[in-house]
């Protein structure tokens, strides 16, 4: 072949090899792949599909996602400390995550430099935004004051039956291994025997009390469980407080097995059931830490004991309890006509027994609607919420601000841009402080109008009964 032909034959490959080429780079489309030379994988030319749209709304903040540097190198517990320890935020954010912040985001602008400011705005909630408002919003939504009102007779008869019946105390104390656990280095037990004993020593004489135990027998294994969750015994049997006799009943039996709490319902029931509601107040405390082990009905155990002739009605200390055994213990409660309470230590069990539900023939003048400590702790509770909800929003704000004058300052946007996007933080931060800020307004007012509410039928009740019972 003559070298002419050669060197036509090969002008026309080239040309058909630039054009195949020419086509294939107008027909790729904007955010198409290219292949890598090493791996022959697809390489996105772009992440910005890849980053969510930040929140706009209530409803989108609850799904936010913590941001990628924020969960990598932030602890959650630092990021939504409270306001009085606001210095361990302060000091991680300025000697170490700062430091972080600045190393890592150059990188996205170095390739994103045409970004909008709608853009940044979604990358900088994505890598410093708070993933924690879903965890203390809920909590807020959910919060309840806890007022209860007080149980009133409504009329002279009911009046006159109360102060003429005998009152009889059942005391269910939840033996199971879980109340060895300790509280500030004393064991649930000690702690729960000790507030008993002063409970029981300031009966009236009038009043009589049993001591049941549950649960106190074997070591808390499968083997033993049969002979744990049948152990429940009358150590004291129904009469007048004695002192030593209840002491060493009290001392006769140590944190062990299982939890047959339906079971020991059950037996308060059989045991009460030659004392009927017209000559006797018959109420049973249940002391407990945690739910039923033992495959019973609690439940259906304590709505029996209430629906029955004697009408007892089931009272809960939950000791320490976890939010499943609250939940069911609550449950419990409701179900056998009486109420729940949580402690989490000796003085609050203590106050618990003693002020809120002695059961003894209290004149009218003792009783009272809110106290004040009731209302301390609500405001406390509800405030701690708030508190924590709030520095969130704060916090997520400052970050990104921060981020904004950074990058301006390192010339990775222009100051137009930033101007923008420190807007959007503006009317965001905005946007959840408000709604913020009128969720705990609604929970103060709830809680204030159950307030007047208790208050005033109390005060009502006391002028009307005050005279009769005299």
């Given at each position: 072949m003559?070298?002419?032909?050669?060197?036509f034959?090969?002008?026309?490959?080239?040309?058909?090899?630039?054009?195949?080429?020419s086509?294939?780079?107008?027909?790729k489309?904007e955010?198409?792949?290219?292949?890598?030379?090493e791996?022959?994988?697809p390489?996105?030319?772009?992440v910005k599909?890849e980053?969510?749209?930040?929140?706009q709304?209530?409803?989108?903040?609850?799904?936010?996602?913590a941001?990628?540097?924020?969960?990598?190198?932030?602890?959650p517990?630092v990021?939504a400390a409270r306001?009085?320890?606001?210095?361990?935020?302060?000091r991680?954010?300025e000697?170490?995550?700062?430091?972080?912040?600045?190393?890592?985001?150059?990188?996205?602008?170095?390739?994103h430099?045409?970004?909008?400011?709608?853009s940044?705005?979604?990358?900088?909630?994505?890598t410093?935004?708070?993933?924690?408002?879903?965890?203390?919003?809920d909590?807020l939504?959910?919060?309840?004051h806890?007022?209860?009102m007080?149980e009133?007779?409504?009329?002279?008869?009911?009046?006159?039956?109360?102060?003429?019946?005998?009152?009889?105390?059942?005391i269910?104390?939840?033996?199971?291994?879980?109340m060895?656990?300790?509280?500030?280095g004393?064991s649930?037990?000690?702690l729960?025997k000790?507030?008993?004993?002063?409970?029981?020593?300031?009966?009236d004489?009038?009043v009589?009390?049993a001591l049941?135990?549950?649960?106190?027998?074997?070591?808390?294994?499968?083997a033993?469980?049969?002979?744990?969750?049948?152990?429940?015994?009358?150590?004291?049997?129904?009469g007048?407080?004695?002192?030593p006799?209840?002491?060493?009943a009290?001392n006769?039996f140590?944190?062990?097995?299982w939890?047959?709490?339906?079971?020991?319902?059950?037996?308060?029931r059989t045991?009460l059931s030659?004392?009927?509601?017209?000559?006797?107040?018959?109420i049973v405390?249940v002391?407990?830490?945690?739910v039923?082990?033992?495959?019973?009905?609690?439940?259906a155990?304590?709505?029996?004991?209430n629906?029955?002739?004697i009408?007892?009605?089931v009272?809960?200390?939950?000791?320490?309890v976890d939010?499943e055994g609250?939940?069911?213990?609550?449950?419990v409660?409701?179900?056998g006509?009486?109420?729940y309470?949580t402690?989490?230590?000796?003085?609050e069990?203590?106050?618990v027994?003693?002020q809120?539900?002695?059961p003894?023939?209290?004149?009218?003048?003792?009783q009272?609607?809110v106290?004040?400590?009731?209302?301390?702790?609500q405001?406390?509770?509800?405030t701690?919420?708030?508190?924590?909800?709030?520095?969130?929003?704060t916090?997520?704000?400052?970050?990104?601000?921060?981020?904004?004058?950074?990058?301006?300052?390192?010339?990775y946007?222009?100051?137009?841009v930033?101007s923008?996007?420190?807007?959007?933080?503006?009317?965001?931060?905005?946007?959840?402080?408000?709604?913020?800020?009128e969720?705990?307004?609604?929970?103060?007012a709830?809680?204030?109008?159950?307030?007047?509410e208790?208050d005033?039928a109390?005060?009502?009740?006391?002028d009307e009964?005050?005279?009769?019972?005299?």
């Amino acid at each position: 072949m003559s070298y002419k032909k050669i060197f036509f034959m090969w002008l026309i490959c080239s040309f058909l090899f630039v054009a195949a080429c020419s086509n294939q780079t107008g027909e790729k489309e904007e955010g198409s792949s290219t292949t890598s030379e090493e791996s022959g994988q697809p390489v996105k030319e772009s992440v910005k599909d890849e980053i969510p749209p930040a929140a706009q709304t209530i409803d989108d903040l609850m799904h936010q996602s913590a941001g990628t540097l924020v969960e990598e190198f932030m602890d959650p517990e630092v990021e939504a400390a409270r306001t009085v320890n606001f210095v361990a935020y302060l000091r991680f954010y300025e000697d170490t995550f700062k430091g972080v912040m600045e190393r890592e985001l150059p990188a996205y602008f170095e390739e994103h430099s045409q970004a909008n400011a709608e853009s940044i705005y979604d990358y900088l909630v994505y890598t410093l935004g708070s993933g924690q408002y879903k965890r203390y919003y809920d909590q807020l939504v959910d919060f309840d004051h806890g007022y209860v009102m007080p149980e009133l007779p409504t009329g002279e008869d009911e009046i006159e039956r109360v102060k003429s019946q005998k009152t009889n105390i059942v005391i269910l104390m939840d033996a199971s291994g879980s109340m060895k656990a300790e509280i500030a280095g004393e064991s649930r037990m000690n702690l729960a025997k000790e507030a008993i004993e002063n409970f029981t020593s300031e009966l009236d004489d009038s009043v009589n009390v049993a001591l049941f135990a549950y649960g106190h027998k074997g070591k808390g294994t499968e083997a033993d469980r049969k002979l744990s969750c049948s152990s429940i015994e009358t150590l004291y049997p129904l009469g007048a407080y004695e002192e030593p006799s209840f002491q060493e009943a009290m001392n006769s039996f140590e944190a062990s097995g299982w939890t047959p709490l339906a079971g020991a319902m059950e037996k308060a029931r059989t045991y009460l059931s030659t004392y009927d509601r017209e000559k006797f107040r018959n109420i049973v405390y249940v002391v407990s830490d945690g739910v039923e082990t033992c495959g019973g009905d609690p439940i259906a155990a304590a709505k029996q004991l209430n629906a029955s002739q004697i009408e007892a009605k089931v009272n809960i200390i939950g000791f320490d309890v976890d939010d499943e055994g609250q939940n069911q213990l609550k449950q419990v409660a409701e179900a056998g006509g009486g109420q729940y309470a949580t402690v989490r230590n000796q003085a609050e069990f203590e106050e618990v027994l003693i002020q809120k539900w002695k059961p003894s023939r209290m004149q009218v003048i003792t009783q009272q609607g809110v106290k004040l400590q009731d209302l301390v702790g609500q405001m406390e509770a509800l405030t701690l919420i708030y508190d924590r909800l709030t520095n969130l929003s704060t916090r997520e704000s400052q970050r990104i601000t921060d981020a904004v004058y950074f990058l301006k300052n390192e010339k990775y946007i222009s100051e137009e841009v930033a101007s923008e996007v420190l807007e959007m933080i503006k009317q965001q931060r905005e946007l959840r402080d408000t709604h913020f800020n009128e969720l705990k307004e609604q929970k103060s007012a709830e809680a204030d109008q159950a307030k007047d509410e208790i208050d005033a039928a109390v005060n009502k009740w006391k002028d009307e009964w005050s005279e009769v019972l005299e």
